[in-house]
């Protein structure tokens, strides 16, 4: 089982950075992870994500942008997001895929089996 809970989100204007975090708590040893973002009357999409060796890979629209990276001390996953613009507003989910051996990235929703609530980012212009 895997819990997950996301802090950080807020309402920033455009060009300002916000930090999310998703703290993690579960009975497996290794995770891939993502972070997701959904707009409202849009699809779920992946914007970055960490396979179990650190291995990273990040949607192309937010290259440069957005930074995942994790604590594995803390148990946390965070985004680093700069420059923000007002097209980043959406709701915001950690996801993962828990399991006792190795696992790719991935920046499909299918590939993960745990989501977190979501935190909501506002970016005004």
């Known amino acids: 089982q895997v819990h997950l809970v996301e802090s950080g989100g807020g309402s920033v204007q455009a060009g300002g950075s916000l930090k999310l975090s998703c703290t993690v708590v579960?009975?497996?040893?290794?995770?891939?992870m993502a972070w997701f973002r959904q707009a409202p009357g849009t699809d779920r999409e992946g914007v970055a994500t960490i396979d179990s060796n650190g291995q990273i890979k990040y949607q192309d629209s937010v290259k440069g942008r957005f930074s995942i990276y994790r604590d594995d001390a803390k148990n946390t996953l965070y985004l680093q997001i700069n420059s923000l613009k007002p097209e980043d507003t959406a709701m915001y989910y950690c996801?993962?895929?828990?399991?006792?051996?190795?696992?790719?990235?991935?920046?499909?929703?299918?590939?993960?089996?745990?989501w977190g609530q979501g935190t909501q980012v506002a970016i005004s212009s």
């Open positions: 579960s009975t497996y040893k290794n995770h891939c």
């Open positions: 996801a993962a895929f828990g399991t006792d051996y190795s696992c790719d990235y991935s920046l499909e929703a299918y590939s993960y089996t745990y």
